[in-house]
């Protein structure tokens, strides 16, 4: 392995006889003091920015300097006392000489690979076409001054940082001077001194996230919820290590940033093509700390209106207690179509776990005996054009605090794959055990 001169990733490591390499390392908050600064909601959140900055010195050793693309999958929260250990993994090129990179961590000491989590993904690309000059009389002709105090109040009333409980410490609030120039906002930054040194970094995180605050103002509109970095593209950084920039900002639409950089000097220095923003919310937030994943995406279930269906339309399989015309099983069904009777639009069955003590095993026949009707159902000519809805005993998690029945959740797996391959044809119910007297609702959505 070889060692860097690197604040959080201390050696890069090729992979074996691939063309792939893996930068490893640890952060804490006692290492990186400067994460203490950036509080959402109350935790510790390791800003974007310092994602981007690891994709970015990853690329830099290998001579893929750009970050094409990199997306934010999951936050990065810090405990007070614990280190979690960092993995920058990033694969061959391809022939257009991108690579894929992505950033994970995992508790340190533990080499369990269902403990890393992702928290960024994207693709390395590299040099490409040179960067603009920056305007070579700062601040630009025609800027207007903004009192930088009045800069962070328009911040924080447009993009509702503090209501949304978003707490930029002072080592980040690295904004000296700001001007409105057209549609556009520049602003000049110095690291502060609480936030380190830069030294090994390509670039100080906090100065990288200090940079984006010019724009918050712009990106968002009163109402709208506050947000946090979402995705990065077209990063490309020249120049490493600096304290001081130049940072001409503006939007890319009405939902994403551009910037340029340059340094002290007015040599342009670092690009950001465009930097989306997605809100964050406190409750997905607070799970994700709680349970340890991370995740920032999650299953939603809402409400939906109710609704009704004539009874006529629905064949039932089975005894489940549905209003609809009763059938014995799919066979049944079939043969009173061939015989005259109307093909229905909703075909409803239940679905029994498998008897037996092992629970693996009944998962196995249980899932086993519903492919074994998915596959008769899509043979099925007459009823070709109606929908199978399969109704399951807890097989999911509404509630934070439900545990699926590991026993009839595959069932739901499987069948939305089914969905996936055969739109329309199949729909899923599942019962908490305690019987719906009202299924109007539920045949309608079906």
Not at 47 to 60: I, K, Q
Not at 95 to 105: K, N, Q, S
Not at 300 to 321: H, I, N, Y
Not at 379 to 407: H, I
């Amino acid at each position: 392995q070889a060692p860097l001169e690197h604040p959080v990733l201390a050696a890069a490591i090729p992979v074996a006889d691939r063309d792939e390499w893996i930068f490893t390392g640890r952060i804490s908050q006692d290492t990186q003091p400067w994460t203490r600064d950036h509080i959402v909601f109350g935790m510790v959140l390791v800003p974007g920015a310092a994602l981007v900055e690891m994709a970015l010195t990853a690329g830099r050793e290998i001579g893929c300097p750009v970050v094409d693309e990199l997306v934010i999958e999951s936050p990065l929260l810090l405990d007070e006392d614990t280190a979690l250990r960092v993995q920058v993994t990033v694969g061959a090129a391809d022939p257009a000489g991108r690579r894929e990179v992505a950033v994970f961590t995992g508790p340190e000491g533990d080499d369990e690979p269902g403990e890393a989590t992702c928290h960024a993904r994207g693709l390395l690309a590299p040099d490409s076409e040179p960067l603009t000059p920056f305007p070579a009389q700062w601040p630009p002709a025609g800027a207007e001054p903004i009192d930088v105090d009045e800069l962070y109040r328009r911040v924080n009333k447009h993009a509702h940082l503090t209501d949304a409980g978003f707490d930029y410490g002072p080592a980040f609030r690295g904004v000296r001077a700001a001007w409105q120039v057209g549609d556009d906002v520049c602003t000049e930054l110095a690291l502060p001194e609480i936030a380190g040194s830069p030294r090994g970094f390509a670039v100080h995180p906090a100065l990288l996230d200090s940079a984006l605050h010019g724009g918050l103002g712009l990106l968002h509109r009163p109402g709208s919820p506050g947000g946090l970095p979402f995705s990065w593209s077209g990063v490309r950084l020249d120049r490493t290590g600096g304290t001081r920039l130049r940072v001409r900002i503006g939007l890319a639409d009405e939902t994403a940033l551009r910037m340029e950089i340059a340094g002290e000097d007015g040599t342009v220095i670092a690009r950001v093509a465009r930097m989306d923003v997605r809100p964050v919310e406190r409750s997905r937030l607070e799970a994700a700390q709680r349970s340890g994943r991370r995740s920032l995406h999650q299953v939603g279930w809402v409400d939906v209106p109710a609704g009704t269906v004539a009874s006529t339309d629905v064949a039932v399989l089975g005894e489940l207690q549905v209003p609809g015309t009763p059938y014995a099983d799919l066979t049944d069904l079939e043969k009173a179509i061939a015989g005259g009777a109307a093909a229905p639009q909703v075909v409803v069955t239940a679905v029994e776990s498998a008897a037996g003590a092992d629970p693996a095993a009944s998962a196995r026949a249980t899932t086993l005996e519903t492919l074994t009707l998915v596959q008769r159902w899509l043979d099925s000519a007459p009823l070709g054009e109606a929908r199978l809805m399969v109704v399951t005993n807890k097989a999911v998690g509404v509630a934070a605090d439900e545990t699926p029945d590991l026993t009839q959740a595959p069932v739901w797996g499987l069948l939305r794959s089914a969905q996936s391959e055969h739109p329309d044809r199949f729909a899923l119910v599942d019962s908490d055990g305690s019987g719906l007297s009202d299924w109007s609702s539920v045949l309608a959505v079906g």
